[in-house]
Nanobody
Framework: QLVESGGGLVQAGGSLRLSCAAS????????MGWFRQAPGKEREFVAH????????YYTDSVEGRFTISRDNAKNTVYLQMNSLKPEDTAVYYC?????????????????WGQGTQVTVSS
């Protein structure tokens, strides 16, 4: 089970830190990622991080503003979001995939959290 937290309402230019804690099992060796879905839009990839933490990948729109990290001892992945923009408003989901390498399609992820709402006001 994956449980996200940390969402909320923030003004443009502000910051939020999302957390996703895994329980019930360990995701040792798995890649963990974040997706988001805005109203009326498809779910889109945001970032992912390999088990080792040494390999990360971001979608262009968040590169340089968002940072993904993980604490394997706590079975938790984080998404630090800075310089937030109104277009970042969405429900953010964490996800886990057993597949290696670059994985940006939601179809490639095996486990999902319930999502946390992020709203950025202008």
């Amino acid at each position: 089970q994956l449980v996200e937290s940390g969402g909320g309402l923030v003004q443009a230019g502000g910051s939020l830190r999302l957390s996703c804690a895994a329980s019930g099992r360990t995701f040792s060796g798995y890649t963990m990622g974040w997706f988001r879905q805005a109203p009326g839009k498809e779910r889109e990839f945001v970032a992912h991080i390999a088990w080792s933490g040494g390999s990360t990948y971001y979608t262009d729109s968040v590169e340089g503003r968002f940072t993904i990290s993980r604490d394997n001892a706590k079975n938790t992945v984080y998404l630090q979001m800075n310089s937030l923009k109104p277009e970042d408003t969405a429900v953010y989901y964490c996800a886990v995939t057993r597949r290696y390498g670059l994985r940006i399609s939601s179809n490639e992820y095996d486990y999902w959290g319930q999502g946390t709402q992020v709203t950025v006001s202008s």
